[in-house]
């Protein structure tokens, strides 16, 4: 496999240490002695997280050579089915596009076509590293991603099988990634999209909120209903842990579930007009349910190791059956907390955990998991 490109630029900083118990020494994060190459795969996260998503990747997966490309963007071998918690988003490397307007789009265009499988439906998405200056490059990617669907829709081996993300989130088909790390030059490569870490270009899940729906928090739970796949149905009970000031609890009554909404805070007073809702005014570390419910939603602002262990109790004596959760992390040593919280709550009985960092998160990690 041929090396791509230029040579990547390398953050020299050690992750910083935090106050878990015993602490995992780990050099600084790789030196990149040479760029990606085909079969690598390209992650990007939140700007910043990259030496997170680095340092997971040391832990959980240290073979897998993992290197920081640059602010936002890590590389590595391939995970298996491992999804990384600091990931927002990655994809296989088909090669490397370079040059300037048309030049880069046919470069790009020859590397898609190279990259698809036979006969597959696919859509095209193009984006930029979420940084200052990667998101000054934001217009580039649409044209590029404009231009490489042009030349695509123009190509008789291609044209009938171009499609959109929504019509490939129906009927299946292949996501294709372009990824604009720097003027004049893209990542190509992509998987199916049932496979990819997130269907949303760059893994930017942009949720629409309504009218008067609390903005952050309820972008918040509808996007990590989105990675569930899955949401209360209505009539479903749920349990909303540090519901206060109501947002997750004001999205869950819109879908017309039952909700007890558990905060020692006041809810928006709006809130206890609606129907299908009770407050416990207490602690969730002393609420217990009367019987088991649907859903157990917790946004508590608790240390993340305690609030783990108590949503392990909810599953250990059968409390709940689907699990959505954001917890929130320390300043220092924060891979090293999302694999001790996932152990955690596996240890409880909580079973197809994924964790994310997600777009709406700031530093915090959702999660969602089933009960058996
Ligand atoms: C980030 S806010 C939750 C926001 C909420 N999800 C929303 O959408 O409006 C964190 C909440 O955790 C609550 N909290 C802190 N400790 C708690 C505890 N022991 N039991 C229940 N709630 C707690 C706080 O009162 C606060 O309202």
Redesign the pocket.
């Known amino acids: 496999m041929a090396p791509l490109g230029r040579p990547a630029k390398e953050r020299a900083q050690r992750p910083a240490e935090s106050d878990l118990p015993e602490p995992v020494r780990l050099g600084p994060p790789r030196k990149s002695d040479r760029n990606p190459i085909r079969g690598e795969w390209l992650w990007t996260t939140r700007d910043g997280s990259e030496h997170d998503l680095w340092e997971e990747l040391e832990l959980v997966a240290p073979k897998s050579n993992p290197r920081v490309l640059d602010r936002a963007l890590v590389v590595s071998h391939p995970l298996g089915d491992y999804e990384p918690t600091f990931a927002r988003q990655g994809f296989p490397i088909e090669g490397l596009a370079f040059g300037e307007g048309d030049a880069l789009a046919d470069s790009a265009a020859a590397l898609v076509v190279r990259a698809l499988p036979l006969g597959v439906r696919f859509a095209v998405q193009a984006w930029v590293p979420d940084t200052d200056d990667g998101n000054l490059g934001a217009g580039v990617a649409d044209a590029l991603e404009a231009a490489v669907c042009a030349r695509l829709s123009a190509n008789p081996a291609t044209s009938a099988r171009l499609a959109s993300t929504d019509s490939l989130r129906r009927e299946g088909g292949h996501l294709i990634q372009l990824a604009l790390d720097q003027p004049g030059r893209a990542f190509v490569g992509g998987t199916p999209l049932v496979q990819a870490h997130s269907p949303f270009p760059g893994g930017r899940a942009r949720m629409r909120v309504g009218a008067g729906k609390?903005s952050r928090?309820?972008r918040k739970?509808e996007e990590a209903l989105a990675l569930l796949g899955a949401q209360p149905s209505p009539g479903e009970s749920c349990v909303?842990?540090?519901?206060?000031?109501?947002?997750?609890?004001w999205v869950l009554l819109e879908k017309r579930a039952r909700v007890i909404a558990?905060?020692?805070?006041k809810l928006r007073p709006d809130l206890y007009e609606r129907r299908g809702l009770r407050h416990v005014q207490e602690?969730?570390?002393t609420f217990e349910p009367d019987e088991t419910v649907d859903w157990l939603f917790c946004?508590?602002?608790?240390r993340p190791l305690e609030a783990a262990a108590l949503l392990a109790k909810w599953a250990r004596r059968h409390w709940a059956r689907m699990l959505v959760a954001n917890l929130k992390l320390p300043m220092k040593r924060k891979a090293e907390m999302v694999i001790r919280l996932r152990e955690v709550l596996a240890e409880g009985g909580w079973t197809r955990i994924r964790m994310r960092q997600l777009y709406h998160d700031r530093d915090e990690i959702t999660v969602v998991a089933a009960r058996g």
Do not use: T
Request: net charge negative; aromatic share 12%.
């Open positions: 609390p928090a309820a739970v909303d842990l540090g519901a206060a000031p109501g947002g997750w609890s558990v905060d020692p805070a602690s969730a570390f946004d508590m602002a608790w």
